[in-house]
């Protein structure tokens, strides 16, 4: 059985930071792409970074670039978000998907992603 868990979230003041991660099982992920998209109250939910398989390609919301990266360990079929400088509009339940198929690039698109965690909290309070 496929999992993703992500943990890391949490309750942060404006400016603070931390770091999510999913690590995935039941399979292994080292040549999938992996994403994190994010869904805040009575809002849909919206991408936030991918990463390559390759981890040479990354993709990000205009409104995460410059706080946010994106990094794996393929090792540990692990997906990681460090978040920086982060604002009240980052509260939402972030979600870890792994791609189910080898394809190249780090796609923004959710119908891209066949397996996705439970989601992990993030409140930022100012």
């Known amino acids: 059985q496929v999992q993703l868990e992500e943990s890391g979230g949490g309750l942060v003041q404006v400016g603070g930071s931390l770091r999510l991660s999913c690590a995935a099982s039941?399979?292994?992920?080292?040549?999938?792409?992996m994403g994190w998209f994010r869904q805040a109250p009575g809002k849909e939910r919206e991408f936030v970074a991918a990463?390559?398989?390759?981890?040479?390609?990354?993709n990000y919301a205009n409104s995460v670039k410059g706080r946010f990266t994106i990094s794996r360990d393929n090792a540990k079929n692990t997906v990681y978000l460090q978040m920086n400088s982060l604002k009240p509009e980052d509260t939402a339940v972030y979600y870890c998907?792994?791609?189910?198929?080898?394809?190249?690039?780090?796609?923004?698109?959710?119908?891209?992603?066949?397996?996705w965690g439970q989601g992990t909290q993030v409140t930022v309070s100012s």
């Open positions: 039941g399979r292994t992920f080292s040549r999938s792409a």
């Open positions: 998907a792994a791609d189910a198929y080898f394809r190249m690039g780090a796609s923004s698109s959710e119908t891209d992603y066949g397996y």
């Open positions: 990463m390559s398989w390759s981890g040479v390609s990354t």
